[in-house]
């Protein structure tokens, strides 16, 4: 599987994504500038990686979303081709319009860090396909701006489309508990309609190993991998 | 010439900061607020002194970065 | 503003130079300085930059050990941790001065000064470490990072009577902070060192331009000549004098390998900073600073630095207290209770308000994360990590400045020691007050002459630090501040421990002695509200002997939970690994001889808790410590959802942890 991981002036989760697209694949990841106009040829995965790109100026992710690259990463994504977005990649996606919705700042106006569970909400598809549905997996959040909001049009659309990926939820998954940001029907992550663009704001990528918080995060990866793989 | 982009939330869409800055006003004791919502200003400075060039100038700068359309309002103002 | 105005002794006064100290300027130049000299006088000599309150009493520190490669003097500690790798730390301080504190009106809720102390760490490869020394004759320096404007420029010179009509628009600006320029800075730097084209490198703190091109070329024995029409100004007309004093943030100095000035540039012009070369490097050992064709400022390089004035301020020793007798204070309330209160006090809260607030989870390799005794953070894909703290106990310093500086050594070394890590070496921001006083002053050399006792005996030099003085609000010094943070080695994560009680039915040992000591406790002060009496005596033999029996409880596995006992002593230290490992226990046994309340809250130093799987192992760990030496004494067992202590009402884990999370959420909201 090839993947390429977008660097942008800020980005600071790239060497972790990088790190666990490694581990599943056995291929380690390109890191591609944000001023560079092409994808490698044969890109199968693009990675919008964790950080605070252009120092969230303006808005989070929206002077990045205006990157030479994200001409490409559209296009990539047009043709069916896989787009992750974590955290600030997630609300790059949606200041580019890859995905619908905004992400505002957190209910409680406060950057938050610590560990959090969520409800796998579909595991058919390229993203989760190592998880059950409606497995409960514990990943890290870290982010200031994780509040997803979208008009009711949009809401449902996500909802009867069958698009949410994950969903926060305490220990035991409840999805009405443990709603760090106050995102409207807990949603962590959303698919584009064709499910190759998935933007979330936990961190997977942070949860791969058991010694440093667990290995819930490992299946995100490892469904990539088997996606590519097959086809 | 000088101009000013004002970008505010559209109405309906939760504004958590502006709730946050209404809760400490009224806290102050200042009566007679009723509501809060906050919002951007940018001040531009333009090369061009035609107010109709100017316009259609800002419009693309709102609607293609200062402003995310989904969420929020802009408003133009030519300052002179 | 020019440049050749009279020096009156108004003007060296605003620029906080005494007149014996501006005396020594016209000794050591033989002429009157010019105004831009003068500035750079003022920041070079003052505290901040030459250390001439403590230098003195620094020089009594330990800062060498077989694995220390760089000690203080640099950016930056250097100390080895194997593998051709190296531990790189620093702590800084942002404190606010009173006289800020009122323009800055953000204190309507705190009364006191707020002491900021930041530790950073990182790794690098033991031969690929940068230094600020200057080397080579004729080489061009290089100004990197963000443009320079007026921030952090004295107010009591810019409001000076030398400044034009236009100076009340030039109103000195904090220095305001960008991290996004920070991190493309960052980003930069490590990619320019890795293509072999720096020769030394510097960053503009304190004195920004001043006291970074000095130390260059002052290290480096070469003089330094820069063309202030070179540097990257974020505001127009900016005289010498300012951008010389500039404390502008996100900027760096380089001295670079003559002709691979292009290929830096590109990458800087990568990242979007600016990149000018603004001087080079001369034979001459002065410091000359050009702008518009004239020579503003010409200055003996060294000299700058080696002839900053020393003082031996006097001093007085901070009066004993006397020693408290645990069985003179009769206990206000039942310990239950006592344990509860103190669990949700400010000193024991939760502080999970603030650390949530930090992402501490990025990179992946944080093997323990915040709320316990040390962090651990594996080094690359390890196995080997670090172990990492901050420690101090300004209640103690105050009570007994050597105490308490011993104590703060020790602690950090017990929260390195309880994690699994060896103790290396320190850095060290000493945060006083007033050093003019001698009481104040008393504080900082006795404090000083702790730490360096505590850091001998333990083998845990100090490699960097920092000294924040004149620290007071209203006229009061804050309580004496020597913060210690400490690194430690860990040569397998996988072998770490954290305090967290891990299964039911384990067996709980102290490690340590107890006598009770009440004094300066926490106890006495939130429960009795006494703050008064000596602080607990370090008997640093004792902590290096326990720490070792620890370390090899540890590496054999033996231990399945550890925490050091510190301020709350034992029975915060139950409650603390209750509530982590969400899991009671029944204390069967407290140390002999004392009565309850002193066994659970007296703060005798050199303590450990630990847990062991089974009874069989208990007893050969007992065994263990007898031929060792160590005091150990088996307390109970893991278990249930209370915490029963003997003779006392059991406590709800559920209690306890409603006053231990509760107490700082409610009170940032203002609840309480």
Known sequence: ?231 | MKARVTVTLKNGVLDPQGKAIEGALKSFGLEGIESVRQGKIFDIELISSDPAEAETLLKAAAEKLLANMVVENYRIEILG | MQNNIAITPELVAQHGLKPDEYQRILDLIGREPTLTELGIFSAMWNEHCSYKSSRLHLKGLPTKAPWVIQGPGENAGVIDIGDGLACVFKMESHNHPSYIEGQMGFHTRYDGNILVNAMAVGIAKADEIFYAKATGVGNPIVYLGSKTGRDGIHGATMASAAFDDAAEEKRPTVQVGDPFAEKLLLEACLELMQTGAVIAIQDMGAAGLTSSAVEMGAKGDLGIELDLDKVPCRETGMTAYEMMLSESQERMLMVLQPGKEKEAEAIFIKWGLDFAIIGKTTDTLRFVIKQHGEVMADLPIKELGDQAPLYDRPFVETPKRPEIDPKSVTPPMGNANAIVKLIGSPDFASKRWVWEQYDHLILGNTVQSPGGDAAVVRVGEGPRGLALTSDVTPRYCEADPFEGGKQAVAEAYRNIVAVGGTPRAITDNLNFGNPERPDYMGQLVYCIRGLGEACKALDFPVVSGNVSLYNETNGRGILPTPTVGGVGTVEDVSKTTTLAFKAEGEFILLIGVTKGWLGSSAWLATIAGREEGAPPPVDLEAERKHGAFISSLIQDGHATACHDLSDGGLAIALAEMALAGNMGAKIDKLPEGLPNHAALFGEDQGRYLVTVKDQAMAAIILKRASSAGVPALMLGKTGGQELTLPGESPISLERLKKAHEDWLPSYMTGEI
């Open chain 1, 1 to 231: 599987m090839k993947s390429a991981v977008i660097t942008f002036p800020g980005s600071n989760r790239e060497g972790d994504v990088i790190r666990a697209l490694h581990q599943a694949s056995g291929v380690e990841p390109l890191k591609i500038w944000h001023q560079d106009h092409e994808l490698p040829q044969g890109t199968d995965l693009v990675v919008l990686p964790g950080g605070f790109s252009y120092g969230d100026y303006l808005r989070c992710g929206a002077i990045a979303s205006r990157s030479p690259v994200m001409d490409a990463v559209r296009s990539h994504a047009t043709k069916g081709g896989l787009v992750l977005g974590i955290c600030n990649g997630f609300q790059i996606l949606v200041e580019s319009g890859l995905l619908p919705g905004v992400l505002m700042r957190n209910a409680g106006l406060k950057f938050i860090c610590k560990m959090q569970h969520l409800k796998v909400c579909r595991a058919n598809t390229p993203f989760t396909s190592a998880y059950k549905k409606n497995q409960i997996i514990k990943v890290a959040i870290a982010h200031g701006e994780g509040n997803y909001i979208a008009d009711d049009d949009t809401i449902a659309m996500l909802e009867d489309g069958n698009r949410i990926a994950f969903r926060y939820c305490d220990a035991e998954g409840d999805t009405e508990k443990g709603n760090p940001n106050g995102s409207i029907n807990s949603i962590a992550g959303i698919y584009s309609k064709k499910l190759n663009v998935l933007g979330m704001m936990p961190h997977p990528e942070n949860l791969i190993e058991a010694l440093v918080g667990g290995t819930d995060g490992r299946g995100l990866f490892a469904s990539i991998t088997a996606y590519k793989g097959a086809a």
